[in-house]
């Protein structure tokens, strides 16, 4: 049956992150360093909450938007460690960020509505765009990944676009906002009809001193929505809880496309969330200073193999430039898989501005990092 499938849906691809972790899968002898999945262990006092939860019963639906004690504790967290400021009204449990992306896309996009997204970007931004018959419109990104602040400003006059993503601290790249990008950010943004999409998931990783959103202001917050969530910073990928911030008058819409997907997030993921948030952030802490040795190991280790590669800030992800060596980034993975036995992920996955990169996920054990190095220099070597 032809058109059993909506135009919106074949005009998307699955992800080609899962695409080129699925070609990995047929050879088992390759090391890989393709997911956004850390290796440590969840708090063992999260999985404690979870359990206990369990024995008490606590898998019956929750309210839509999650249970109150959980959203006071994450407007906390985001006001102490952030200063974002969201009222536990104003926030939204989801399945995972995931969930989070698609309701608020789901509750913003009519067909045809433009939104800007960064490249290279997450590839969902765009997937769930597509899907619901938004038109994606996208904005370039420096030669560090940070914003290009007059051709932004020219593409919002010029498109009109009902929304913008904003993604930092980076998947693909590392990067993170500083404060002048946010500042700039905000001068453009402030007056513009448009509203904004912080996607922060990886905000527990930003490994500097100070860290900048584009939520910490209050004159616009009418117009920002956060997207985030524990996946990252609490290790707990499979568990799926995530959280969605925003005024009122955005929630109330949101909230509805939130019910009518999910009813609600996993019930006894949220009372281990809980616990996280009260009892857990030196463990975060702790992994985070690991992902920073990570992180120092593997830029060094591209540095010295003659690689142009911008240091990461944030997240745990590296994503150094192959240009020079003149292969398409999916041939040059292909290649490095087959032949140099270790996967990564070809920077196309991310959209058009990801071509002439890879992504590395440096989520993986020290050792894991130190003999994928070994093989890459062999590879490069060799082409
Ligand atoms: N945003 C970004 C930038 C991500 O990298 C991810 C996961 N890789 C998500 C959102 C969604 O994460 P989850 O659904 O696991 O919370």
Redesign the pocket.
């Known amino acids: 049956m032809n058109g059993i499938i909506s135009k919106n849906v074949n005009s998307i691809e699955i992800s080609g992150i899962r695409k080129f972790y699925n070609k990995v899968q047929n050879y088992p002898e390759a090391l890989s360093l393709t997911l956004?999945q850390p290796d440590f262990k969840v708090p063992s006092k999260i999985k404690e909450a979870i359990v206990d939860a369990i024995e008490k019963n606590r898998t019956e639906y929750t309210a839509n938007a999650g249970i109150e004690v959980l959203r006071e504790e994450i407007s906390l967290y985001l006001k102490n460690s952030f200063k974002i400021k969201f009222d536990e009204e104003e926030i939204c449990l989801t399945?995972?960020?995931?969930?989070?992306?698609f309701s608020v896309f789901g509750t913003l996009i009519e067909s045809g509505d433009k939104v800007l997204i960064p490249t290279p970007?997450?590839p969902?931004y765009e997937s769930c765009v597509r899907i619901l018959g938004g038109k994606v419109i996208n904005y370039e990104l420096k030669e560090d990944f940070s914003i290009n602040y007059e051709k932004l400003e020219e593409l919002i006059i010029k498109e009109k676009p009902k929304a913008i993503v904003v993604?930092y601290p980076?998947?693909p790249t590392g990067a993170i906002l500083t404060k002048e990008d946010r500042d700039a950010l905000y001068n453009i943004l402030k007056d513009k009809e448009i509203v904004i999409i912080s996607?922060e998931?990886?905000s527990s990783l930003s490994f500097e001193k100070e860290y900048y959103s584009i939520a910490q202001f209050e004159d616009i917050r009418e117009k920002v929505i956060l997207?985030s969530?524990?996946?990252?910073m609490f290790s707990m990928?499979g568990l799926?809880?995530?959280y969605i911030c925003a005024a009122e008058r955005l929630m109330n819409g949101i909230i509805k496309v939130h019910q009518y997907n999910v009813s609600c997030a996993p019930s006894i993921v949220q009372w281990g969330a809980l616990e996280g948030l009260r009892n857990c952030i030196p463990e975060v802490e702790y992994m985070k200073s690991e992902f920073i040795k990570r992180r120092d190991f593997v830029y060094k280790g591209l540095v010295d193999l003659g690689l142009d590669v911008n240091m990461p800030k944030g997240?745990f992800y590296i994503f150094p430039s192959i240009k020079k060596f003149n292969l398409e980034s999916e041939v040059f993975c292909e290649r490095a898989l087959k032949e140099g036995k270790i996967a990564m992920v070809p920077g196309n996955a991310f959209g058009s501005g990801g071509e002439g990169y890879l992504r590395i996920s440096y989520s993986y054990s020290m050792e894991t990092l130190q003999e994928a190095l070994i093989r890459l220099e062999k590879f490069i070597k060799k082409i």
Do not use: H, M, P, Q
Not at 229 to 232: A, P, Y
């Open positions: 956004g399945v995972g960020g995931s969930e989070g992306l970007a997450y969902a993604s980076s998947n996607d998931i990886y997207v969530g524990f996946s990252k990928t799926r809880l995530g997240a």
